[in-house]
T-cell receptor, first 113, second 111 residues
Framework: EAQVTQNPRYLITVTGKKLTVTCSQNMNHEYMSWYRQDPGLGLRQIYYSMNVEVTDKGDVPEGYKVSRKEKRNFPLILESPSPNQTSLYFC????????????FGPGTRLTVT | SQQGEEDPQALSIQEGENATMNCSYKTSINNLQWYRQNSGRGLVHLILIRSNEREKHSGRLRVTLDTSKKSSSLLITASRAADTASYFCATHKAAGNKLTFGGGTRVLVKP
């Protein structure tokens, strides 16, 4: 089954404790992206990747890191989480140039206390 | 920045009625897409309309695009309780593969 998976689905952590949210897709998609969703603000893009080893900042990259060492994986790293990063996070992928429909993962609800 | 802005923010209708929501955007686009999100879950792609298209249909969905007004509308005909969800428009610009989402319209379909 074609899908985007994220782990963990729920995470409660404390300020400053480094964490990684994993994202994996099995569709051989070139493009992957991370979004955060906050009430009243819709989805905002954090980082995106056009292909392996090619990443770029989205609209709200501060406090986040990403890497794309393999085509299928695109982890999101919070080196020193803060309470303002409490949010619902989504990973998405799409086929790349000419293929614009994005497939979303189920989401990761992160709480930073 | 939010490229698309949906209107209304919330909509409540009876089952069987039509639901219409609008999206306005600010800059030139390659295509515009509509997504559905059930409460707290991942978004699901509904339909894509390219900048050179004016209208598109998919099942009970009808999307229009007016590039001169920088606006789009999504019509759901003969709504069902299962259509209860948030609906988002997303614009895709010519360069890269970035989507920019609006704030969404929450639709409640009452049985």
């Amino acid at each position: 089954e074609a899908q985007v998976t994220q782990n963990p689905r729920y995470l409660i952590t404390v300020t400053g404790k480094k964490l990684t949210v994993t994202c994996s897709q099995n569709m051989n998609h070139e493009y992957m992206s991370w979004y955060r969703q906050d009430p009243g603000l819709g989805l905002r893009q954090i980082y995106y990747s056009m292909n392996v080893e090619v990443t770029d900042k989205g609209d709200v990259p501060e406090g986040y890191k990403v890497s794309r060492k393999e085509k299928r994986n695109f982890p999101l790293i919070l080196e020193s989480p803060s309470p303002n990063q409490t949010s619902l996070y989504f990973c998405a992928s799409s086929g790349g140039t000419g293929s614009y429909e994005q497939y979303f993962g189920p989401g990761t609800r992160l709480t930073v206390t | 920045s939010q490229q698309g802005e949906e209107d209304p923010q919330a909509l409540s209708i009876q089952e069987g009625e039509n639901a219409t929501m609008n999206c306005s955007y600010k800059t030139s686009i390659n295509n515009l897409q509509w997504y559905r999100q059930n409460s707290g879950r991942g978004l699901v792609h509904l339909i894509l309309i390219r900048s050179n298209e004016r209208e598109k249909h998919s099942g009970r969905l009808r999307v229009t695009l007016d590039t001169s007004k920088k606006s789009s509308s999504l019509l759901i005909t003969a709504s069902r309780a299962a259509d209860t969800a948030s609906y988002f428009c997303a614009t895709h610009k010519a360069a890269g593969n970035k989507l920019t989402f609006g704030g969404g319209t929450r639709v409640l379909v009452k049985p």
